[in-house]
């Protein structure tokens, strides 16, 4: 889907921001670029929609290299949400969601229902957020807004540059739990920059940790949790040996057999370390006790267990 080819970018003072970069974003994924400060993360964000130019190598999306797109149509293709929500305040926030659609000619009927659908899946009431200006929502409110204008056009490529970090705890949560569940609706491909290593845990599919411009380590939450490739990506990540209890991560939920095919089942017997490694192919896994269903076992759940873990033992900040 986006593949970097030997990416660098280069200052005029000689400084690199980024060096020799090789990966691949896969269709459908979400990709969390994350660092500490001065890592490249947001620079190789924004070489994507050509917001900063490539000094060397290619970026291809869909096998076509980004500098063969008019640039215009790139950025129109792609979503782009920023830390800074960047609503225009004269205008309604109808008026904020359709500014991409207007722009590629779609008709008002079209505009018009994709403005009242967006709005519902963050569940803001279109009646009564249509006609609101940016200024009489929350930070929270107005971030939903960011987020959904993104998605207006139907963007395959959606670049998030830390769109949440501006937000109190709450508001933090929630958003990153509607961001969840937009992605598991509309499977967008989302590149996703970071400074806060339990949010990359929770958002990510893969994770792409940088340092100094450069990729330190490329991979599954589980696999920066369980196998950090050094003492920088162990001490980031803040992870130590799990000792969780299978039980912890098990929902006790009422499972019908018609629930069971095309799933992975597992013994309660089983350990936690090849639970989290068959959780890496399945998004969820029903558990069995002498034969019988007792629970499901769901990735985002165990995510959430883990994370649970490591601040309650201060190995993750708040």
């Known amino acids: 889907m986006i593949r970097f080819e030997q990416v660098s970018k280069q200052f005029l003072n000689g400084t690199f921001a980024v060096k020799s970069l090789d990966f691949e974003i896969k269709k459908g994924e979400f990709f969390v670029l994350i660092g500490p400060s001065g890592s490249g993360k947001t620079t190789t964000l924004k070489m994507i929609n050509r917001l900063i130019e490539l000094s060397n190598g290619w970026v291809w999306i869909n096998g076509k290299k980004i500098s063969d797109y008019d640039i215009n149509e790139l950025r129109w293709d792609i979503g782009y949400v920023l830390q800074q929500i960047a609503l225009f305040p004269h205008m309604s926030i109808a008026e904020n969601i359709a500014i991409v659609p207007e722009l590629v000619n779609w008709d008002k009927e079209k505009i018009t229902a994709r403005v009242d659908e967006l709005l519902k899946m963050v569940g803001l ?3 009564e957020y249509l006609n609101r200006k940016p200024s009489e929502l929350s930070g929270g409110q107005q971030q939903r807004v960011g987020v959904i204008r ?12 830390e769109p949440f970090s501006a937000l109190d705890p709450f508001s933090r949560e929630k958003l990153q ?10 499977k967008k ?10 949010e990359a845990l929770k958002l990510g599919d893969r994770i792409c940790l940088m340092k100094d411009g450069e990729i330190i380590q490329i991979g599954t939450p589980h696999e920066f949790l369980t196998n950090p490739v050094n003492d920088f990506v162990r001490e980031f990540v803040g992870s130590r040996k799990l000792s969780i209890n299978l039980n912890e991560l098990i929902t006790s939920i009422p499972v ?3 629930f069971l095919s095309n799933t992975k089942t597992i013994s309660l017997s089983t350990p936690v370390d090849a639970v989290l490694d068959q959780l890496a192919l399945f998004e969820q896994i029903f558990v069995e006790e002498n034969g019988k269903v007792i629970g499901n076992i769901s990735r985002q759940n ?12 201060g190995q993750i900040n708040e």
Do not use: C, N, S
Not at 302 to 313: F, G, N
């Open 302 to 313: 165990a995510m959430k267990v883990m994370l649970r873990y490591l601040r309650e033992r």
């Open 125 to 127: 009431d279109p009646k």
């Open 189 to 198: 491909t989302i590149v996703f920059v970071t400074h806060d290593m339990q």
């Open 256 to 258: 019908g057999k018609e």
């Open 150 to 161: 993104a998605l207006a056009a139907d963007p395959e490529i959606i670049l998030m540059d």
């Open 177 to 186: 739990d509607d961001l969840l569940e937009i992605q598991r609706k509309l």
